[in-house]
Structures are given as C-alpha cells and as structure tokens.
C-alpha cells in the first residue's frame, strides 16, 4: 500500500464513530508478499503521531505469519514508540487476542 493510500485509510477510520470509540484493534494482514518500505512506514508514523490525537484505540495488533520472526517485531517495534501507541505483532490471531486482552 502506498503511503497516501494508507494515509487516506487512517483518515477514514479516525473519522468513523464505532473506530473512535474502539479500545483495541486487530487487524490481520495475511502473508506479506515485500515488507513495507522503511521510509515510507517512518514518514507514516511520524503522520500518526501529528494527526491522530485521541480518535480511535490505543492498543493496536498487527497479525501476520511473517511477525513470528523476532527481527521483524523488533524493527516494527520502533513504530510503536514514535507513534506513541501499545502495539503488537503477532504471528497468529489467538495470540494478538491474548495480548489485546492482556492490555485493557
């Protein structure tokens, strides 16, 4: 996905009532066929953190089988700090529901 269409989707979801109001969020990404570019994922953190003010949830999991690799969490980790959010990448939905609940 590119970053302005990534752009357009978080600007969607923060103006969606039912995300607002959401606690935690799941979303499952299914095998990724290239990882995301670096740059790109660096500039849309940086947007996350400028415009998303307190629309949506705060704990967020990423669901892929490609996060069961600890270097790939690791590096995404990073995000989660500039964006200011809990965020989890996990390699199957049973363990991103666990670790949802585990945060609320």
Do not use: T
């Not at 009532?17 to 500039?43: H, T």
């Not at 995404?76 to 989890?88: D, H, V």
């Amino acid at each position: 996905m590119s970053f302005e269409g990534a752009k357009q989707l978080l600007e969607a979801a923060w103006g969606n009532e039912n995300y607002q109001a959401s606690r935690s969020v799941i979303y499952e990404m299914g095998a990724l066929e290239a990882f995301p570019n670096l740059n790109e994922m660096l500039a849309l953190s940086h947007f996350v953190a400028k415009h998303r003010g307190n629309r949506g949830p705060q704990v967020i999991a990423f669901v892929s089988p490609e996060f069961e690799s600890a270097v790939v969490k690791n590096m995404l980790a990073g995000f989660a700090r500039i964006i200011g959010l809990k965020m989890c990448y996990c390699a199957d939905i049973s363990a991103a529901r666990q670790w949802a609940a585990d945060q609320l």
